[in-house]
């Protein structure tokens, strides 16, 4: 299907606050928007995103706490935000549902479609009581190939299975596809932005056949949320191409692995994995799949790499620009940083900015290398040229904004 709309983010590099209000491994309930600070330090943090010329920004509405009693929703904290973000001129782009449920629900729950189709026409209908005008980005359900795999086989959250993880997909998918509907009955003019992970799964050294299958199924099956929103798979579930609208892809430094055993592909390593491919290549074949605007929703790297991550970042999304495919935001996620779902007195370090716990708040500090290498990636994709707008220009002209080898990143 032709893309007609058009960008409607207000910049292409975005800020990513961790809203997650999940039950953790330990059955434990976490408030990251209050963890982090984010929520009690709003002003602070949106004002601090000028410097870097970010607009635009990924919120969640923290299901768990928006609905403590069936059908019945508090949206005041949501309210809170709005009003930040008009005040700074920050675009929020809404997460419904960011791995948390309430406690009464989980995918595999009966009800959990309809509670969550009640939800999105609960938060419309808010919504646009407090912003009648301008355009609604929605996010419906986080990462559901991650999530379902944390619940449904790594008993990491909710509902704490094992060798479940695709009845639990399959009930989020319901849900994805039930309150997708609703949330376009209630507005007609919402867009839609799918945040799934861009991984590449491949078989050991000399593999067996059976190797080669099994990581060939694991690769592919990183697309199997996306295929059932857009009716490619599972049509009793209802998906439609009418539904897939802008599709995010989180990509991070763990993104690529081998099977059996499983290991880590090195992205930056001195002699590069003949199996590790570029970001750009993983982009390049998920949009020839899916013929949609695109948009990396989540990516960072913790602790000292993450300068050599951010040159990485810029580099791979030049080229991507440059080639002339659809590439319309990325998202530093997160921005401010974040600690361990399950150990939260762990930091996780992986911020443009981050939290100095000896000081209120937590307190921001600017990671000044990061924020050097992010300044550069920015310039790199700004001067990057669609082929659309080189008509009379000299291909030398171009060449230098992007190797097109696989680069080490060493600074």
């Known amino acids: 299907m032709a893309v007609t709309s058009a960008n409607p983010f207000r910049s292409f590099w975005m800020g990513g606050f961790e809203c997650t ?35 635009t920004v990924r919120e969640g509405i923290r299901w ?4 403590k009693i069936p059908y019945q929703y508090d949206f005041s904290t ?46 419309v209908d808010f919504y646009r009581s407090e912003r009648p005008e301008g355009e609604l980005i929605v996010t419906p359900i986080n990462e559901v190939s991650f999530i379902s795999w944390l619940g449904g086989d790594a008993r990491g959250t909710s509902p704490y299975c094992h060798h479940q993880g695709w009845d639990v997909k399959y009930g989020l998918m319901r849900a994805y596809i039930e309150g997708s509907y609703a949330l376009r009955e209630a507005d007609p003019t919402i867009r839609f932005l799918t945040t799934e992970p861009l991984v590449n799964i491949v078989p050991p050294p000399n593999p067996w056949p059976q190797h080669r299958r ?22 009793e579930l209802g998906g439609s191409p009418e539904l897939l609208d802008i599709v995010g892809f989180n990509y991070y430094y763990d993104n690529q692995w081998q099977l059996h055993p499983y290991r880590k592909l090195g992205w930056n390593d001195e002699v590069m ?31 000292i790499d993450r300068p050599l991550w951010w040159h990485m970042i810029g580099q791979e999304c030049a080229a991507v620009i440059s080639e002339g495919l659809p590439l319309w935001g990325a998202c530093i996620y997160p921005i401010i940083d974040r600690p361990d779902w399950d150990h939260t007195d762990q930091w996780h370090q992986s911020g443009l900015w981050d ?9 921001r500090v600017l990671h000044q290398p990061s924020a050097e290498a992010l300044l550069k990636a920015q310039a790199a994709v700004a001067a ?3 082929p659309r707008r080189r ?5 030398s002209t171009v060449q230098p904004l992007v190797s097109q080898a696989v680069p080490n990143f060493k600074l």
Request: charged share 25%.
């Open 355 to 363: 939290a100095d716990l000896s000081q209120p708040g937590p307190a």
């Open 78 to 123: 949501v309210k809170t935000m709005l009003a930040a973000g008009q005040r700074h001129g920050i675009q929020q782009v809404w997460d419904l549902c960011h791995f948390g449920y309430p406690d009464d629900l989980t995918p595999l729950h009966p009800m959990f479609a309809r509670r969550f189709a009640a939800l999105c026409r609960a938060f």
């Open 214 to 235: 099994e990581a060939k199924d694991s690769h592919r099956n990183q697309f199997q949320a996306t295929d059932m929103l857009c009716g490619k798979m599972c049509p």
């Open 384 to 386: 990057a040229v669609p």
């Open 21 to 55: 209000d999940q039950l953790n491994a330990f059955g434990n309930r976490v408030d990251f928007l209050t963890l982090t600070g984010h929520l009690q330090l709003l002003d602070e943090d949106y004002a601090a995103l000028d410097q870097f010329q970010v607009r």
């Open 64 to 67: 768990a706490q928006i609905e």
């Open 391 to 395: 008509q009379g220009v000299k291909i």
């Open 273 to 303: 994995d003949p199996n590790w491919r570029p970001l750009r290549e993983l982009l390049r074949a998920a949009y020839k799949r899916y013929k949609r605007p695109f948009a990396i929703t989540e990516t960072s790297h913790p602790g």
